[in-house]
């Protein structure tokens, strides 16, 4: 059984996410993180990693030399990502990779290889999977699929408070990744079938849940 939450940046998905399963007693998938690790590993192995972008061969040595080294556990907490033995936090929400992981997670070959290893991840577990494009692309046929949204102002603050960044440069960042996520050939950022969605501009993280839990009712789940 499969819940998915998609949405832009800074919408509430990882915080509904981590509420949801901690009262369906479910596990989070935070695809996101994927994304970044992928990122800030790229950045940091290799100089010329945009040209790295443009070939696919050279694309899938890279994930394949470093998933070895990788170790992914995924809680009702969240998921928590080890690269050799050392856990990445944060490290993936460094401003390089900020400013980079909407250009590397539009390249086709990337998402190919995050999303095999995120089906492999989904296996015989009951997961709230949270994302951009869970319910459009990943898990289509997931049980229930939410798509939250808020006004791109409400979002830059919450962004600039978790992270104690300046406000305009990371309403800066957020329209530059809604606008590349929205218009990517590859997966855009899109409201998926059948999903139902929330608008969380004036809404806590409680009274969304609230909403999801309802929806799930209805279902008689």
């Known amino acids: ?28 998938l935070e695809s996101g993180k994927f994304y970044r690790l992928f990122t800030y590993l790229l950045l940091k192995s290799e100089k010329e990693w945009r040209a790295l972008l443009t070939d696919e061969e050279r694309l899938k040595a890279f994930w394949k ?24 936090e944060k490290e993936l929400r460094l401003p390089e990779v900020e400013e980079a992981v909407s250009i590397v997670a539009k390249v086709e070959a990337v998402r190919k290889l995050v999303n095999s290893l995120l089906r492999e991840l989904s296996k015989d577990k009951k997961l709230v999977a949270e994302g951009r494009d869970m319910g459009s692309v990943v898990f289509p046929e997931a049980t229930l699929k939410i798509f939250l949204t808020a006004d791109e102002k409400v979002r830059a603050e919450r962004r600039a408070k978790d992270e104690g960044r300046p406000f305009e440069k990371v309403a800066e960042n957020i329209k ?46």
Request: aromatic letters at 4%.
């Open 65 to 88: 030399r470093i998933l070895p080294e990788l170790k992914i556990k995924v809680k009702k907490e969240g998921t928590a990502v080890y690269f050799r033995g050392e856990l990445l």
């Open 176 to 221: 530059k990744r809604d606008k590349i996520d929205s218009t990517r050939k590859t997966a855009p950022l899109t409201i998926p079938e059948g999903a139902i969605v929330i608008d969380t501009t004036s809404l806590s993280p409680e009274e969304v849940l609230k909403v999801v839990i309802k929806e799930l009712h209805k279902r008689g789940l």
């Open 1 to 28: 059984m499969i819940v998915t939450i998609d949405g832009p940046a800074s919408s509430g998905k990882t915080t509904v996410a981590k509420l949801l399963a901690k009262e369906l007693g479910f596990l989070v």
